[in-house]
């Protein structure tokens, strides 16, 4: 099972072990910008030979909006 929480962190470039992110967090307030949008696309593409619509992404608010598109992705693509 993909952890999206981890891959989100990497996306965001965070090296700081205590930062936690939780599904009721707004993706602007966690310092989620354009450069994360293209990470995670890039990693999914890569790693899991899934294309995701950037212009789904913009409709995308929360954390747990993330987790759960991703989710849904990665199942529909199995």
Known sequence: ????????????D???????INN?????DIGWDSLSTINLLTKFSNDYS??????????LRTVGDLDE??????????
Request: net charge negative; glycine share 0%; with cysteine.
């Open 50 to 59: 899934v294309d995701i619509d950037p212009d789904d992404l913009e409709e």
């Open 1 to 12: 099972m993909i952890k999206y929480k981890e891959v989100m962190l990497e996306c965001l």
């Open 14 to 20: 965070v090296e700081d072990a205590s930062f936690v």
């Open 69 to 78: 598109y991703l989710n849904n992705l990665l199942n529909d693509s199995i």
């Open 24 to 28: 009721n967090d707004i993706l602007e």
